[in-house]
Nanobody
Framework: QVQLVESGGGLVQPGGSLRLSCAASGSIFNIYAMRWYRQAPGKQRELVAAITSGGSTNLADSVKGRFTISRDNAKNTVYLQMNSLKPEDTAVYYC??????????????WGQGTQVTVSS
């Protein structure tokens, strides 16, 4: 019954900005980590950013200095602020989380994805 729902994707011009949101819903007792992945057509899915319950963050080298990951624990929501967007950032962005739900076991969950297109 846990769901991750992404929002905020869309079409932007190179150099523009977008903020993605991912809200986790259901019976959630502890979120260990939340992540953003992306996948372009014909390419391997890659990790973009991650944040732990303790606040530690990790960013892929390709987005350092441009993207920022943050969280709102009270809302079980993670954000990805994307600045200085490039055409190479075009992909479907997926939210991912390690969490404990009402089943009292730690599991991994995926959102449905949101499309980000960077084009003039």
């Amino acid at each position: 019954q846990v769901q991750l729902v992404e929002s905020g994707g869309g079409l932007v011009q190179p150099g523009g900005s977008l903020r993605l949101s991912c809200a986790a819903s259901g019976s959630i007792f502890n979120i260990y980590a939340m992540r953003w992945y992306r996948q372009a057509p014909g390419k391997q899915r890659e990790l973009v950013a991650a944040i732990t319950s303790g606040g530690s963050t990790n960013l892929a080298d390709s987005v350092k200095g441009r993207f920022t990951i943050s969280r709102d624990n009270a809302k079980n929501t993670v954000y990805l602020q994307m600045n200085s967007l490039k055409p190479e950032d075009t992909a479907v962005y997926y939210c991912n989380a390690d969490l404990v739900s009402s089943g009292w076991s730690r599991n991994n969950y995926w959102g449905q994805g949101t499309q980000v297109t960077v084009s003039s």
